[in-house]
């Protein structure tokens, strides 16, 4: 079993930074991903970024590309995201993902394990 769990949420002004991270723990298997999505209030989850395991490659959705970062930190086994030049339609609750199957990142459906979320507000 792998537990996930994110922390680094709250409430910042437009154009203010955060640091969203996600501590793994219980991993028994070859993480073939990480990612992150998010949930607005009546919305569905949407895909944020994502990292490949294997390479290192970085995959993010248009919204957020140029403005957020996804990396890890393998020494103390975390994945984290940093947001910069945060807006008011970034509010969502985020949440950390882990997958072990190869195939498209963006994809909430093909991850495994799920964090309990994070919630960021932006206010405008």
């Known amino acids: 079993q792998v537990q996930l769990v994110e922390s680094g949420g709250g409430l910042v002004q437009a154009g203010d930074s955060l640091r969203l991270s996600c501590a793994v723990s219980g991993r028994t298997f070859s993480s073939y991903a990480m990612a992150w999505f998010r949930q607005a209030p009546g919305k569905e989850r949407d895909f944020v970024a994502a990292?490949?395991?294997?390479?290192?490659?970085?995959y993010y959705a248009d919204s957020v590309k140029g403005r957020f970062t996804i990396s890890r930190d393998n020494a103390k086994n975390t994945v984290s995201l940093q947001m910069n030049s945060l807006k008011p339609e970034d509010t969502a609750v985020y949440y950390c993902a882990s997958r072990s199957r190869v195939g498209r990142l963006a994809e909430s459906l093909e991850y495994d394990y799920w964090g309990q979320g994070t919630q960021v507000t932006v206010s405008s």
């Open positions: 990292l490949r395991e294997t390479d290192y490659f970085t």
